[in-house]
Nanobody, 117 residues
Framework: QVQLVESGGGSVQAGASLRLSCVASTDGVAIHNMGWYRQAPGKLREVVATILSDGNTNYHGSVTGLFTLTRFNEKNTLSLQMNSLLSVDTSVYYC???????????WGQGTQVTVSS
């Protein structure tokens, strides 16, 4: 069983910062790629940032330069530093991990981020 537990969401004013954390607990499986996704009401879930097992990161164009993804392999932890938040960043943020064996995607329960202008 793999569990992803997110924390760090909250309600902030536009321009503020938040740091999301995701802690993965595993049971004999290896974690490969990890990432953060978000879903706003009435919209499809979209990728925010991902980090591959080789350390390469990719960001959604709207957060490039504002959000920073960091992975701490020894602690199975993934963090997302979000700066200069805007109201459009308001969403539920989900942690995601690709694990093996067998290969499958796992999701956390989500953490709410609300940015008021």
């Amino acid at each position: 069983q793999v569990q992803l537990v997110e924390s760090g969401g909250g309600s902030v004013q536009a321009g503020a910062s938040l740091r999301l954390s995701c802690v993965a607990s595993t049971d004999g499986v290896a974690i490969h790629n990890m990432g953060w996704y978000r879903q706003a009401p009435g919209k499809l879930r979209e990728v925010v940032a991902t980090i591959l097992s080789d350390g390469n990161t990719n960001y959604h164009g709207s957060v490039t330069g504002l959000f920073t993804l960091t992975r701490f392999n020894e602690k199975n932890t993934l963090s997302l530093q979000m700066n200069s938040l805007l109201s459009v960043d308001t969403s539920v943020y989900y942690c995601n991990a690709l694990v093996r064996p067998p290969p499958r995607f796992c999701w956390g329960q989500g953490t709410q981020v609300t940015v008021s202008s």
